[in-house]
């Protein structure tokens, strides 16, 4: 099947609805749920932003500013994960409570508009991704996932990104604050509120694809391969270590790894050894003679 009758499917499959509500994030694949959804039911289509202390508010002001550019109705919704004890503990399942607790909102702002389904932006390429528990709670919920049920792909969500010239086209995928914290580590406020301000640092000096993890007061920065040059700039280095420091992050490292999704996970068979980490902020780090 040609991209162009998938799309043709995931629009008509949306119009034989009376309303639908999409539970947007505003990256990339929400948002291309939202402008199909826009498409086949105009102003019966709704976005649903939940807001809490996992979303991070340079991505809340990214979700309100995408929302606008579709032309879609945006509602925002608001909740606390840190109320679930079994979301705090961080266990392996710390996603699907996550999702479990954040798509019960959508569910209560649609039955408040009187819409029957909730739509999201699971695509085809996502159940094969490692360690999904969230996907399980997306199906016990028996939300709409048209991308996943047209076999639309990420680098299909993409394209259609581009015809549509959405801003998000190219976004790196950007998963919770707490994606952050390793399995079997406390999830906090305080924690959640570091990391946020600890990757605000890396992305006023221009990196795209990172993530701050927070290993209980250690640091572990991850940047993507072709950024690494960038990170052991002896100005970046300084500017990272007096902001993290100031954070109040006892260590800060660069992983020589690099940038991987899921890297606390305890599916990731990459960490299954302890992973290399480079204290390259250290004021005594060793030189090469």
């Not at 119009?15 to 826009?38: C, I, M, N, Q, W």
């Not at 109320?83 to 909102?105: I, Q, S, W």
């Not at 709670?137 to 991308?147: C, K």
Request: glycine share 6%; proline share 4%.
């Amino acid at each position: 099947m040609t991209l162009d009758e998938k799309l043709s499917a995931v629009r008509t499959s949306l119009a034989e609805r009376d309303g639908v509500l999409v539970a947007f994030s505003g990256g990339v694949d929400s948002a291309v749920v939202a402008t199909l959804a826009r498409d086949a039911l105009g102003d019966d289509a709704v976005a649903c932003t939940a807001r809490s202390e996992t979303l991070p508010e340079a991505e809340l002001g990214d979700a309100k500013r995408v929302a606008d550019e579709i032309g879609i109705r945006h509602e925002l919704v608001e909740f606390s994960e840190l109320d679930n004890p079994d979301f705090v503990a961080n266990d392996g399942e710390r996603c699907y409570h996550c999702r479990t607790m954040r798509l019960g909102k959508m569910y209560e702002t649609a039955q408040e508009l009187g819409i029957d389904t909730v739509c999201d932006g699971t695509n085809a390429s996502d159940p094969g991704e490692g360690h999904r528990p969230g996907l399980r709670a997306v199906e016990e919920l028996e939300v709409f996932s048209p991308l996943l049920a047209h076999d639309i792909t990420k680098d299909e969500v993409r394209e259609i990104a581009d015809r549509y010239d959405l801003s998000v086209a190219d976004k790196p995928s950007m998963a919770c604050l707490s994606s952050r914290i390793p399995t079997g580590l406390e999830v906090t406020e305080e924690k959640l509120s570091r990391v946020e301000k600890a990757e605000r640092v890396l992305r006023t000096w221009g990196f795209t694809q990172f993530r701050v993890r927070d290993h209980d007061g250690l640091a572990r920065i991850e940047v993507s391969e072709e950024e690494l040059d960038d990170a052991l700039d002896p100005e970046f280095v300084r500017a990272a270590r007096d902001h993290l420091s100031d954070l109040g992050f006892d260590h800060v490292t660069l992983d020589l790894h690099g940038y991987q999704t899921g890297s606390v996970s305890p599916a990731n068979e990459a960490y299954d050894e302890e992973p290399l980490v480079a204290d390259v902020f250290a004021e005594d780090y060793p030189t090469r003679k």
